[in-house]
């Protein structure tokens, strides 16, 4: 690829990055608003246009009326109350079928003129699949809010459903990276560099772990019990940790322990990039780069962690758990970003 080429198609892919960060943190307003069951259809195509007359409006209303949520929650709260938790669902989607375009009509302008390798064209064709198969796993995550005596979607189908999104982030940022920076910075093997590089991966893995368990607390509501820290009720670990059986149903099921695990993730992902920055900024063999970054992942734990804190002190205001959310996109971005820096990092 000539290297103008790869600027443009870095960039295009690089903007699809914060387009899926918009889309998380959209997901996240969408969530905690209540606003996910507002629209009882789907409809990938024709979708993209809002109701248009008043009739329109009063059949998606009816539809509404027909599902627990509105029962339980929203009885008599009228057209006008639907069509304000109506909006943050509709952009929720036109977002993600505006990505499907972003993604689609660039790839086959590249891919006719030339500009791009076959093997390329293929992987972001799969993409976009993956990025429809995203669609399909957001209705059935919402279709499962339609169940009796439901007001939320299942807390497991939400958290495939931004799984798969981070998942798809992080091929498609991780390609972007490869194509803005084709060769690796070949580096001198020290013994610091190795056991940087295994340090970041052992965070990668960590916060992955760390943003389940978030999407568990979300999902269960356990971000709006135990608002204190850094103790729980007064315990270190809440006393209510183990209270169902069998055990496992307590990381899934049980607010108390699905909280204390989600802190615990975060504490210990936090503790571990200072592990990466400890050992890491002390490599000379490195190289600025890989310093910058890893700098850069210092602060992004540091202000992930205090937004963690700032939300459950103040008991999940609809702004700071959107952020959160979004945030910890952020921070698996700049890790990602860290083991690219460090790919020329070789055992030593």
């Known amino acids: 690829m000539a290297p103008n080429h790869r600027r443009l198609i870095s960039n295009w892919l690089f903007l699809l990055c914060f387009m899926l960060l918009g889309m998380i943190a959209i997901g996240g307003v969408t969530r905690l608003t209540g606003s996910g069951l507002s629209i009882m259809d789907w409809q990938p195509v024709s979708g993209f246009i809002p109701p248009l007359s008043h009739a329109e409006w009063e059949r998606l209303f009816a539809l509404y009326q027909t599902i627990p949520q509105y029962h339980l929650q929203h009885e ?6 639907f069509q304000r938790i109506f909006w943050a669902e509709w952009i929720h989607r036109f977002w993600g079928r505006l990505m499907g375009l972003v993604l689609l009509l660039p790839l086959i302008w590249f891919t006719i003129r030339g500009m791009i390798t076959r093997a390329l064209a293929l992987r972001l064709f799969v993409f976009f699949v993956l990025g429809a198969m995203q669609g399909a796993i957001g209705w059935f995550m919402v279709a499962s809010g339609f169940r009796p005596d439901s007001t939320a979607v299942e807390p497991v189908r939400l958290v495939l459903h931004l799984s798969a999104a981070l998942a798809l982030y992080l091929a498609i940022l991780w390609t972007a990276l490869s194509i803005r920076w084709p060769t690796p910075q070949v580096v001198t093997p020290s013994a610091e560099g190795t056991r940087t590089k295994r340090l970041v991966w052992l965070a990668l893995c960590l916060i ?9 607390t979300a999902g269960t509501h356990a971000g709006f019990v135990y608002n204190t820290f850094p103790l729980m009720d007064g315990h270190l670990i809440p006393t209510e940790y183990a209270r169902l059986s069998p055990f496992w149903m307590n990381l899934v099921d049980n607010k108390a322990a699905i909280q204390f695990d989600h802190r615990l993730l975060a504490t210990l992902t936090a503790l571990s990039i200072g592990a990466v920055l400890l050992f890491g900024l002390r490599s000379a063999t490195l190289g600025s780069k890989a310093h910058n970054a ?12 205090a937004l963690g804190v700032t939300t459950l002190l103040l008991v999940v205001p609809v702004w700071a758990g959107a952020v959160h959310q979004t945030f910890a996109a952020v921070l698996l971005g700049v890790m990602l970003y860290t083991l690219h820096c460090l790919r020329g990092q070789r055992a030593n």
């Open 76 to 81: 008599g709260f009228g057209l006008e109350g």
């Open 208 to 216: 992955c772990i760390t943003i389940v368990a978030g999407g568990f």
């Open 294 to 305: 890893i700098m850069l992942l210092g602060w992004a734990v540091l202000i992930q962690y």
